[in-house]
């Protein structure tokens, strides 16, 4: 069986203390945890932003600096996009960048024995279906909550690069995790010749 890989990204592609009680690093005003003004990146990741976020319930501004992150300096979409960019809208052809929304950050890229994660809050309206105490561990320690005795290597997540994404602050964290929460839910985008498991991974048919 193939698994795929959570953040991810980010977020490909992205972690661990209490949701909202211990969320860290409220950005009110445009001020993070340091006093560093977030203005530019928020409007930037508006900008951006290839889908439509749903703000509803939201902190608007991490969900802004999240979109920065994630689509700015992140690389999420590049493997948790499946195909990354429309036909006609891959740069690296010389062609007018259009992200592939259908399977925006939806998964299903093949790395190996891998497939990468779907982290659409697809589940329950959580990102990768994981709370934000788990996004954290994550990020913070690889940990692969989906992990199955008998698959490839240690229960850590794989291609995922989480050693470099767990030295982002928790204040960057909770903005990649609020924007996560604001994207469209897709379900897993898994590739012809594969099937979504009972925990919502792909595997090979």
Not at 32 to 46: A, L
Not at 93 to 115: C, D, E, H, K, R
């Amino acid at each position: 069986m193939r698994k795929f890989l959570l953040i991810g990204g980010l977020l490909s592609g992205i972690a661990l203390t209490g949701p909202f009680f211990l969320a860290p690093g409220h950005a009110q005003n445009g001020n993070n945890e340091y006093g560093e003004r977030d203005e530019s990146r928020i409007k930037q990741g508006f900008a951006i932003a290839p889908v439509h976020l749903n703000l509803e319930g939201k902190d608007r501004e991490l969900v802004g600096l999240g979109s920065y992150l994630v689509n700015a300096t992140g690389g999420c979409n590049d493997c948790h996009t499946n195909p990354s960019y429309t036909a006609t809208g891959n740069p690296f052809n010389g062609q007018p960048t259009q992200i592939n929304v259908a399977g925006y950050l939806a998964g299903g890229a093949s790395f190996g024995p891998f497939f990468s994660r779907d982290i659409t809050p697809y589940k329950n309206g959580l990102p990768a279906g994981r709370t934000w105490e788990e996004f954290l561990e994550v990020i913070r320690t690889g940990k692969d909550f989906d992990y199955q005795p008998g698959q490839p290597g240690p229960p850590l997540l794989q291609v995922m690069p989480w050693p470099d994404y767990r030295y982002m602050t928790d204040h960057e964290l909770h903005a990649i995790y609020e924007y996560l929460s604001a994207i469209p839910p897709l379900a897993p985008n898994c590739p012809a010749g594969t099937v979504i498991t009972s925990a919502g991974e792909c595997a090979l048919n």
